[in-house]
C-alpha cells in the first residue's frame, strides 16, 4: 500500500503561481510512475504531468507546457508540481497518483494507476 498526501493548493490571480506536494512515505518499490490529474467542476478527472521516479523523463499535456514542471525529491519522497502563470482555466481539485512501474504511453488515463491522494483544490481568479 502506498499513501499520497497531497498538499499547497490554494487561490491565486491569474498570472501566479503555486507549488503542490505530494508526500510518499511508504515507498516499498524502487521504480514508480507518480502523476497529477486535476478535475475541474463539472469534468473528468485529466492528467496533467507525470515523471517515472529515478530519473525517468517527465510528461506534461500541451495545455501546461512550459508553465508546469514535476519533479521529485527522492529522498524526502515527494513529488512537487510547480504551476506557473496561471489561468482560471487551471482550476480544479488537484490529485497525486502512483502506480509500480514506469511510466508509459498512457500515463495521462485514471486507471493507469493503482495509489491516489485525497487532492487539494486549487482556484485561479481571472
Known amino acids: 500500500q502506498v499513501r499520497l498526501v497531497e498538499s499547497g493548493g490554494g487561490s491565486v490571480q491569474s498570472g501566479g503561481s503555486l507549488r503542490l506536494s505530494c508526500a510518499a512515505p511508504?515507498?516499498?518499490?524502487?521504480?514508480?510512475?507518480m502523476a497529477w490529474f486535476r478535475q475541474a467542476p463539472g469534468k473528468g478527472r485529466e492528467g496533467v504531468a507525470a515523471?517515472?521516479?529515478?530519473?525517468?523523463?517527465?510528461n506534461y499535456i500541451d495545455s501546461v507546457k512550459g508553465r508546469f514542471t514535476i519533479s521529485q525529491d527522492n529522498a524526502r519522497n515527494t513529488l512537487y508540481l510547480q504551476m506557473n502563470s496561471l489561468k482560471p482555466e487551471d482550476t480544479g481539485i488537484y490529485y497525486c497518483?502512483?502506480?509500480?512501474?514506469?511510466?508509459?504511453?498512457?500515463?495521462?488515463?485514471?486507471?493507469?494507476?493503482?495509489?491516489w491522494g485525497q487532492g487539494t483544490q486549487v482556484t485561479v481568479s481571472s
Open positions: 497518483a502512483a502506480d509500480v512501474g514506469g511510466c508509459v504511453d498512457n500515463w495521462n488515463h485514471e486507471w493507469s494507476y493503482t495509489y
Open positions: 511508504e515507498y516499498t518499490y524502487n521504480i514508480y510512475c
Open positions: 515523471l517515472t521516479t529515478g530519473g525517468g523523463g517527465a
